[in-house]
């Protein structure tokens, strides 16, 4: 509930602040094609189960993300623990 409260309220505060801006509609050409891409991938995963069990990719998929980006996560992970001040790391 309170979760909620926060999204609904940084909801507004985007609304506030990006709110004129006006952006024409996606092209419907663009939107079929993303749309039938998506679905050939989609409804053809079971011919990737023959291969590589879902349980594998959705466990690889993100190491491999964390791996690709790690100098990003790594400085991510110290900037949060150089602000926490009992642990004194400069």
Sequence with gaps: MILEALLNLIKGLL?????????????????????????LVFDNLNLLGFF???????????ILIILLNFEQVYKLVMWILR????????
Aim: zero cysteines.
């Design 15 to 39: 609304n506030v602040v990006f709110g004129w801006i006006s952006l024409p509609p996606f092209p419907e050409e663009l939107t079929t094609s993303i749309d039938g891409f998506l679905s």
């Design 52 to 62: 590589i069990r879902p349980i594998t990719l959705t466990v690889g998929i993100p």
């Design 83 to 90: 602000k926490i001040p009992f642990l004194n790391m400069n």
